[in-house]
């Protein structure tokens, strides 16, 4: 008897083992991944009130967790079953993120020329749809969510189901905890510029903490605009890198080009790092515009 539980310990032991390792491995590769996902949802739930930033955030938290609820054992069943489906709706995710994407850039486009045209009229504060913000960074969250699964789920080919389970779940709740952490301290970075110096000059400790407090309150704008650009241009690189990797000829044309960029003297290295990704951006924002004006024109045909 205690045979047996030594040898049912030791079994235990070892699947921890792998586990922990795999999702060491795993947490690696979908470290990019996280850069776009961060980007995106701290731009997707920018622009609410400051006192709802920190319950849309939890909102789209808890979307989040639902989406995985949903794609985690959908991933395995796919993978289990019919594993040639998982790189078709990838595509389908990333042809929506492109979109997305392109309607943003036209958004803002449009937006800037009438800004133009009265830009001596006092500006108007924004107006925003909370439930709208929400559910469409929990649409996003879901490819991006899709995205870190199967590329965790690549990690575990080959191991038990136990294993595959435990590493896959793992990331997504690690992956959704601190993700949407990171989101709710970005857009609380004001508030907490704004606490340090309500709390006075006084103390030993008053000038760093009302140094801090300034920079944060600089910051947090500026920071809040950059995560803007490069969340639309993350929509791009993950959506164009799905499409790109979907399509063999597409593919082998970016390597070729990034193996030949190597060659270029002193610039070669970096160039060949950096040209993936930016020619996938691009076909991405090619993508996005394509299907952006098709569903205009399939808009107007129905109207």
């Not at 950096?274 to 076909?283: C, E, H, Q, T």
Request: glycine letters at 10%.
């Amino acid at each position: 008897m205690a045979g047996s539980l030594l040898i049912l310990l030791d079994d235990i032991a070892t699947v921890l083992d792998d586990v922990a390792l795999m999702t060491k491995v795993a947490a690696k590769k979908t470290a990019g991944v996280l850069g776009d996902d961060l980007a995106l949802n701290a731009e997707q739930v920018s622009g609410v009130r400051a006192e709802r930033e920190l319950p849309v955030v939890w909102a789209v938290a808890k979307g989040s967790l639902r989406n995985k609820l949903i794609l985690v054992p959908l991933a395995l069943l796919i993978s289990a079953l019919v594993p040639w489906l998982i790189t078709p709706l990838l595509m389908l995710g990333g042809a929506y993120l492109c979109f997305e994407g392109a309607e943003k850039v036209a958004h803002s486009l449009l937006h800037r020329g009438e800004q133009s045209a009265h830009d001596m009229a006092e500006p108007e504060p924004p107006v925003f749809d909370e439930g709208e913000k929400i559910k469409g960074a929990i649409r996003t969250d879901f490819i991006l969510s899709a995205e870190i699964i199967v590329i965790a789920l690549g990690t575990v080919q080959g191991a038990s189901l136990p294993v595959q389970i435990s590493v896959v779940a793992g990331i997504a709740v690690l992956m959704t905890f601190g993700v949407y952490g990171l989101v709710g301290l970005i857009v609380k970075l004001d508030d907490i510029g704004l606490h340090l110096i309500k709390q006075g000059d006084s103390g030993t400790l008053a000038a760093p903490r009302l140094a801090l407090g300034r920079s944060l309150l600089v910051l947090a704008p500026r920071l809040m605009h950059l995560l803007a650009l490069v969340g639309t241009v993350a929509m791009f690189m993950v959506g164009g890198g799905i499409l790109v990797h979907g399509l063999p000829l597409v593919h082998h044309l970016i390597e070729g080009a990034s193996v030949s960029s190597a060659a270029l003297p002193a610039i070669g290295a970096f160039v060949a790092m950096v040209l993936p990704s930016v020619l996938g951006a691009l076909f991405g924002l090619l993508a996005g515009v394509l299907l952006l004006g098709a569903m205009t024109l399939i808009a107007k045909l129905r109207d």
